[in-house]
């Protein structure tokens, strides 16, 4: 894990971290005032990923962990948690896409992608959720159209989209108890630069959701969608 990350500023943790949507987010978030903390697999890819978030101010810090094996996400998310002292924003950024239709797909593939894609969050919202309360901080999930659109040819992806929507509904009203805003961002289109759904204009969209938190409790809403028609809140 680097050492650069330190407390002057706020922190948002990306979990998921990857060189699409979780690249954008990373410097999206660091262009809002935060530093950013990475998450993801492979350290080799964490290191050159936080070399192209490029922000100035801005530090960037990493920690590897397999999503989905929650003794070693916690371990990693409380590492961070505890080199930088605080956390104001969890950003869960976690999606497996595993080609397949359902007569093809076997009930294991099914459980470890959803074990990765809807498991992480609850394991990262319950390793950072002290220091998302002493922040009132946010928790702010990548969500998809395959929630309730499922893709025939991906089955396992619908699962998990449909799973971690509903997972933050059902955490929302005992996160907001402890003044921690939950929202998710349902993307109804596919990433591409250059369009309408230009990760870059996705990242921000999330960053206006994570900010959320300070805005009156009675005004937060859980569920957002992203058509590519939305213009600046």
Not at 137 to 159: C, E, Q
Not at 217 to 224: E, K, N, Y
């Amino acid at each position: 894990m680097t050492t650069e990350v330190t407390p002057a500023r706020p922190v948002a943790c990306v979990v998921g971290a990857g060189p699409g949507l979780g690249l954008a987010a990373s410097r999206a978030f660091a262009r809002a005032g935060y530093d950013v903390a990475l998450v993801a697999r492979d350290e080799g890819r964490l290191a050159q990923l936080a070399g192209r978030v490029e922000v100035p101010g801005a530090s960037i810090g990493w920690a590897a962990a397999d999503v989905a094996d929650p003794v070693g996400l916690t371990a990693a998310l409380q590492r961070l948690v505890a080199h930088t002292g605080r956390l104001d924003v969890l950003h869960h950024n976690v999606s497996v896409y595993r080609a397949g239709r359902a007569p093809d797909v076997t009930a294991d593939d099914l459980l470890t992608d959803v074990a990765a894609g809807v498991g992480s969050l609850l394991t990262s919202v319950r390793a950072t959720l002290p220091v998302l309360e002493a922040s009132r901080g946010s928790v702010v999930v990548t969500g998809g159209g395959a929630a309730d659109r499922p893709v025939t040819d991906a089955v396992t992806l619908g699962v998990q989209k449909a799973g971690v929507r509903a997972l933050l509904q059902a955490m929302a009203p005992d996160l907001a108890d402890r003044g921690v805003h939950a929202a998710t961002l349902t993307v109804r289109g596919f990433l591409r630069e250059g369009t309408a759904f230009d990760p870059a204009v996705v990242a921000e969209r999330l960053v206006d959701l994570a900010e959320r938190r300070h805005d009156d409790p009675s005004t937060w809403q859980v569920l957002h969608d992203f058509t590519g028609e939305e213009g600046p809140r």
